[in-house]
């Protein structure tokens, strides 16, 4: 499957960007979002279940992101508010079969796919 990412941008702290991720096929997929800024590694952000009852965000991140799932557009959505300058990084979205295998959801190691990333930049 092809994981195509958009949405990213410039943006003043405080504003929000809504990133979108499509999926190439319509497979039950686990999906995520990660975020790489310079001369760091890169790191969890949101997670998403293929049903889309179960949904997972970071620390740094929860109560001003949210991500979300359309299955019949085959696309995952992470809405970002309040956005700060520390959210400056190149945005992935991930996908992993939905198997019923254990994984964990925040190690990019666990994603078979991923897109090709989306540049966020919070600055005034």
């Known amino acids: 499957v092809q994981l195509q990412a958009s949405g990213g941008g410039l943006v003043q702290p405080g504003g929000s960007l809504r990133l979108s991720c499509a999926a190439s096929?319509?497979?039950?997929?686990?999906m995520s979002w990660f975020r790489q800024a310079p001369g760091r590694e890169r790191e969890f952000v949101a997670h998403i279940t293929w049903s889309g009852h179960n949904r997972y965000h970071a620390h740094s991140v929860r109560g001003r992101f949210a991500i979300s799932r359309d299955n019949a557009k085959s696309s995952v959505t992470l809405q970002m508010n309040s956005l700060k300058p520390d959210d400056t990084a190149i945005y992935y979205c991930?996908?992993?079969?939905?198997?019923?295998?254990?994984?964990?959801?925040?190690?990019?190691?666990?994603?078979?796919?991923w897109g090709q990333g989306t540049q966020v930049t919070v600055s005034s």
């Open positions: 991930a996908a992993r079969d939905a198997n019923g295998d254990t994984y964990d959801y925040t190690r990019p190691g666990s994603y078979d796919y």
């Open positions: 096929e319509g497979s039950r997929y686990a």
